[in-house]
DNA sequence: ATCCGTTGGCGTACACCGTACGGTACAGGC
DNA sequence: GCCTGTACCGTACGGTGTACGCCAACGGAT
């Protein structure tokens, strides 16, 4: 039993205050916010150990006094700006019927994924489980309560819409990586890539993956848009959910 | 303009035959299969340049001979397992109807991404645009061809089904390598979880998600389920597809 | 006022990573 | 038999997370 993956350790780290200063004034927040700056502007590869250090102004090794290790570092980056979700009053269950709710809880997500997409490389694995993540959970899960689905439903429509959200937010979040990576804009790389791909797939056919293909490729000038899939995909969804509480199983 | 992001040099790569031996006998197919032998027991961070080239016993400069970076090698391990798909004549458009169909584009993608867990790890970004890949999209299409839906409304089906099963997926991925680091199944980390959890958020008042994940942690014996997140999201997807072909906007 | 145990801060070191660079030795054309 | 192109590879560089051990400053007891 190895002190490695001890729960008690990481949670009591994330319920706790995070205030109390060390000798040079180094504080938890500090840190975490600093990571956080780091990964928002550089993505999460950024947010090292040296340059959270070197950002504050302390020696690499001295941020271990405060956090055990990355990982829980990154566990305290991701419920920090969990925070920023539904501060407050903000309640999404006050926002009309469930079917509004639950599309607004899916924008304020997606908006949550584009301030910081790093946040999607956080995450995975189990849940983190932190102060601001069960406020949200239970912030959500009221849009969905007393409208005549099961507890099991309600968990089960949530999870699926924010599934939804998450893919389609680390869609947007790979494309505009890719794009700052490679210089190329979107429809550049596509205009670049298009008749490459043409002139390598003569004497193969694929005659539906063609005409599909050039036309989603025309209206969108990429192969891809995470935009209309997000609006797309949360219509279909929110379709299937109505069919669900109209007849239930 | 740098070579770095050359898209052309890519695609040459991925469609080429990859057969023509060195000196040594070492191939691209050698490579890129001791590079999917390794992620699929060790995950995509063991598919390191030197373990490859290790595995197959030459030095680890070699491989550059044969493969631009490591980059490429990934695009290539991506290619080459999507070739598992629908090999042959075993064709998603044979199975029935539309819905038939796409709950077996689902299942299968879904089986995919158990076998090699890395994928999801690999892929992000622009897309592959591999032979196999190509051949995917095509086979995939076909299940929803003549069914009235306009070339657009094809593509975002499909492009929302496969996002949910990679949702899915990389969430059952999480859990699986959250298990195989920590040492602990779901159970029980859920079972030395859940009381501390509940220490902690003595004090604060969680009416809703209290009640709801209760219910569903009794049921899975953990936070989440991919296995039942897959299928309830499917069904869902699937009525609110069946709406859209019924009432087409 | 002095001493001492505790603790915050940090410098060094280790084992890894991708890959740029330059050297070596072999295969095939003449 | 020689020459040349290239397959192969050893070394090195700058990066990563963090184990370990040292130092200095603080708080409390005497």
New binding site residues.
């Given amino acids: 039993m190895s002190a490695k993956s001890d729960p008690g350790r990481s949670l009591a780290l994330l319920w706790g205050s995070h205030t109390r200063p ?5 504080t938890i927040r500090a840190i975490v916010d600093a990571a956080i700056e780091l990964a928002d502007a550089e993505g999460l590869d950024a947010a ?4 959270v250090a070197d950002k504050i102004g ?5 941020l ?3 956090v055990p ?3 829980e570092l990154n566990d305290l980056m991701v419920d920090t700006v969990i925070g920023e979700l539904y501060t407050g009053v903000d309640d999404p269950a006050g926002h009309g019927g469930w079917r509004e709710g639950l599309r607004y809880v899916a924008e304020r997500n997606w908006d949550l994924s584009l301030r910081h997409p790093w946040l999607l490389d956080a995450t995975g694995g189990r849940p983190t489980l932190g102060p601001h993540a069960v406020l949200k959970y239970e912030a959500e899960l009221r849009v969905l309560d007393g409208i005549g689905l099961t507890d099991l439903q309600m968990d089960s429509v949530l999870t699926l819409v924010l599934t939804h959200v998450e893919g389609v937010a680390r869609s947007h979040a790979g494309l505009a990586r890719a794009q700052r990576d490679s210089g190329l804009t979107e429809t550049e790389w596509w205009r670049a890539t298009a008749p490459v791909l043409e002139r390598v797939m003569t004497g193969h056919d694929f005659p539906v993956a063609g005409r599909v293909g050039e036309a989603s490729s025309q209206v969108y000038q990429a192969s891809a848009d995470p935009a209309h899939a997000f609006a797309f995909g949360l219509d279909v969804i929110l379709d299937g959910v109505q069919r669900l509480i109209d007849a239930p199983r």
């Fill in positions: 060390g000798r040079s004034g180094l090292t150990m040296r340059r302390v020696g690499t090794m001295s271990y006094t405060h290790g990355k990982t």
